[in-house]
């Protein structure tokens, strides 16, 4: 439901019509960033995947990146 004056809303739904949660469904393989993509917004991209995504709140934790950076460095 969505709250159309005050724009609050809500979503029920957590699992499919078969039972299965959404989380545990696996992506589409048609599902993939355009090959167009612009470096600035691939790389907004990666930091909000470091920092636990979208549904982390969308705010950068830079103690994070650094050690996910510091981590892939230890790899190469």
């Known amino acids: 439901m969505v709250d159309r004056s005050g724009l609050p809303g809500s979503v029920n739904l957590v699992a499919t019509v078969d039972g ?3 989380a545990d469904r696996s ?3 048609n599902v ?3 090959a167009q993509l612009p470096d600035d917004t691939r790389l ?3 930091l909000q995947r470091a920092s ?3 549904w982390a ?3 950068y934790d830079v103690d994070k990146i650094i ?4 981590a892939g460095m230890a790899q190469v």
Do not use: L, Q, S
């Not at 050690?67 to 510091?70: F, G, K, R, T």
């Open 57 to 59: 709140g969308a705010v």
């Open 32 to 34: 993939a960033p355009h």
């Open 27 to 29: 992506i589409h393989p």
């Open 20 to 22: 299965t949660p959404f």
């Open 52 to 54: 636990g995504g979208t």
């Open 44 to 46: 907004w991209a990666a």
């Open 67 to 70: 050690a996910v950076i510091e």
